[in-house]
């Protein structure tokens, strides 16, 4: 069986060659054997998004967060997520959460927690 490392490899490709639904369920497979692998929620949030699919992505995005709290990138990203979930759907929360992921990722990053 291929480690994580290994999966999350062919994830990726699989993303990059356009295969999302493919994608997904590869990065899925690392989650069952790691449900805290911070990189398959960040990269399921992405694939996510680009599939339309912004409460998926809006998930793994929190759960990013969850895992790495003090992390001012998972706050970036999660910020990003809700800028393409307002894109896609107009929802004006989403709006506001983007700006409240990006002031924590910005509270963070001057050492601010």
């Known amino acids: ?24 369920a590869k990065y899925g497979e690392i989650l ?16 996510y998004g680009r599939m339309g699919k912004h409460d998926s992505a809006i998930e793994h995005a929190r759960r990013v967060c969850e895992i790495a709290p003090e992390d001012p990138f998972s706050h970036t990203q999660l910020s990003v ?9 107009n929802n004006q929360q989403f709006i506001q959460d983007a700006e409240d992921a990006m002031a924590r990722s910005q509270m963070l990053q001057q050492g601010n927690s």
């Not at 069986?1 to 997904?24: N, P, R, S, T, W």
């Not at 069952?32 to 694939?47: K, M």
Request: aromatic share 8%.
């Open 1 to 24: 069986m291929a480690d994580v490392h290994e999966l999350y490899d062919q994830a990726d490709q699989l993303k990059v060659e356009g295969k999302l639904d493919e994608a997904v």
């Open 32 to 47: 069952v054997d790691d449900p805290e692998y911070a990189l398959a929620h960040a990269a399921l949030a992405v694939v």
């Open 81 to 89: 997520i809700y800028q393409r979930a307002y894109a896609g759907t």
